[in-house]
Structures are given as C-alpha cells and as structure tokens.
C-alpha cells in the first residue's frame, strides 16, 4: 500500500465515526427527554395512588409501559451505534497494523463492515421508535381526557359533598 491510499483507508472510517457520534448525539438527547418524561409519570402515578386514585394510577401505568417501550428501543439504538463506532475505531487500528502484517487488512474490512451492519441495526431501531413516538404521544392526550372524566366523575358525586 502506498501512502495516499492508507490515507484514504483511514479517512472512511473517520467519516463514519463523525457521523455517527452526530446520531448518538441525537439518539442521547431523544433518550434523555423520554427518561424525564417516564420519571413525571412515575411520580404523578405514585402521587395518585397516595391520595387513592386507583383507576388513574391504572391509567398511567399503561402510559409507564408505553414509555418503557419507546425506550428499550432507543436504548438498543444506543447500544448498537456505539458498537458499530467503537468498530470503526478498531478498524482504523487494525488498517494501521496492515502496514505490517498484510493479512491484516481482510480482518479490519470484515469489523469494517460489521460496524456498518450495526450502525444500520441502530438506525432501524431509532427509525421505529420515531415511528411510534406520535402513537404515543395520541395516547398521552387520550390519558389526559380519561384523567379529566374521572376528576370531573368524583366533582359532580354527591358523596364528596359530606362533611
């Protein structure tokens, strides 16, 4: 191998761990608001349970495994983005160490191209919690109406009214 083309083999690599670190960047801040999100719902179903609220304690509790979901799936897209980067580290290592020993480099193409494969993995895994996160949030507006049917149900019950 001649020097411009090692330069080549190591700039593809860097290429993707760029762009990949953007995803991740991407992926943590997505992550990061469906936690605070699951820790809100967390706390007001433990607050209705306190003041005896059990149908809307049920009620979140569904909205909690919806969310739960939503990030496993973000979760798994994580995991995967960062292995296929920390694949494309080791292939820059192992394209270095081709200088070397030649047989090197069938090696750093094969983790070469499992670090795509699971950079793809990742991707389709973000893709489908994208793809429910608007189901979810349906749901979130359907959980808020029941809550507001039950509170108005115990307002207009007569037996509150008893001292």
Avoid at 29 to 49: D, W
Avoid at 82 to 109: E, H, K, N, P, W
Avoid at 148 to 158: G, L
Wanted: glycine letters at 4%; hydrophobic letters at 50%.
């Amino acid at each position: 191998m001649i020097s411009i083309e090692i330069f080549q083999a190591f700039v593809a690599p860097a290429i993707f761990i760029s762009a990949a670190s953007l995803l991740v960047l991407s992926i943590n801040t997505r992550l990061m608001g469906i936690v605070t999100r699951l820790r809100i719902f967390h706390r007001e179903k433990h607050l209705a349970i306190a003041e005896g609220k059990k149908k809307e304690a049920l009620v979140l509790q569904s909205q909690i495994e919806s969310i739960q979901y939503r990030a496993s799936k973000i979760r798994n897209a994580f995991f995967c983005t960062l292995l296929g980067i920390t694949g494309t580290m080791v292939t820059c290592l192992i394209i270095g160490l081709a200088l070397y020993i030649q047989q090197a480099l069938i090696v750093g193409v094969l983790v070469f191209v499992v670090s795509i494969l699971l950079m793809l993995v990742g991707l389709i895994f973000y893709i489908s919690e994208i793809s429910i996160s608007l189901s979810s949030e349906k749901e979130e507006e359907k959980l808020y109406a029941l809550i507001d049917v039950i509170s108005e149900q115990k307002d207009s019950d007569p037996s509150n009214d008893l001292p």
